[in-house]
């Protein structure tokens, strides 16, 4: 079964400070997707960014970057310039191409921007 | 383009009464599911699906019912609510291009 893992429950950062939120998951497939979703107070789930297994180079959207490492099945999430507009729930997710496909969700980080 | 539709938005059911969530998604997409959010918890899925007349469980799907008769719908039921079922719940949709998932609004259902 795949699993994924979020170890920090509540983060904070300083407004303009970098933030780290980690990640890390279980699968024995080799062809999978991960993401990152924030829930802001609206409960909108927001895709933030997608890293797809096969490919080494980290993925990036702006202020958002991932750490990949694919041996260590480690995906985190560092957001860099933090706004008050960052305040929200991330949840870490996987996808598995094979078999039966299903979007596993950690159990979120609550991050909070102090201004 | 109205993307994931969820109704409705909040519910209160007595312990013992039957209902269902409607979900339904206009981008043609085959692969959707249901999941519930609780608390330290994070979303757990309830039942997917991906095709028409194609369904699976999920982690949690005990108490819960779901039928694709259609590419559009994904109807999840509930079919004696318990308190245990307080909960909010999402439905999502998968594009198979992008693999990225579209949730509706969510629906905060309480149990009483």
């Known amino acids: 079964a795949q699993t994924v893992t979020q170890s920090q429950p509540e983060m904070s950062v300083q407004e303009a400070e970098t933030v780290t939120l980690s990640c890390t998951y279980d699968t024995s497939e080799s062809d999978y997707y991960l993401f990152w979703y924030k829930q802001p107070p609206s409960r909108q789930m927001i895709l933030v960014i997608r890293q797809e297994a096969y490919k080494q180079q980290n993925a990036t959207e702006n202020r958002f970057s991932v750490n990949f490492q694919k041996a260590a099945k480690s995906f985190s999430l560092k957001i860099s310039d933090s706004q008050l507009g960052d305040a929200a729930m991330y949840f870490c997710?996987?996808?598995?191409?094979?078999?039966?496909?299903?979007?596993?969700f950690g159990q979120g980080t609550r991050l909070t921007i102090n201004p | 383009n109205a993307g994931v539709t969820q109704t409705p938005k909040f519910q209160v059911l007595k312990t013992g009464q039957s209902m269902t969530l409607q979900c339904a998604q206009d981008m043609n997409h085959e692969y959707m599911s249901w999941y519930r959010q609780d608390p330290g918890m994070g979303l757990r899925l309830i039942h997917y699906?991906?095709?028409?007349?194609?369904?699976d469980q999920g982690e949690v799907p005990n108490g819960y019912n779901v039928s694709r008769s259609t590419t559009e719908d994904f109807p999840l039921r509930l079919l004696s609510a318990a308190p245990s079922q307080t909960s909010v719940y999402f439905c999502a949709s998968e594009s198979p291009l992008s693999t990225e998932a579209f949730f509706g609004q969510g629906t905060r259902l309480t149990v009483v």
């Open positions: 699906s991906v095709g028409a007349g194609i369904t």
């Open positions: 997710a996987a996808f598995i191409i094979q078999g039966a496909q299903k979007l596993v």
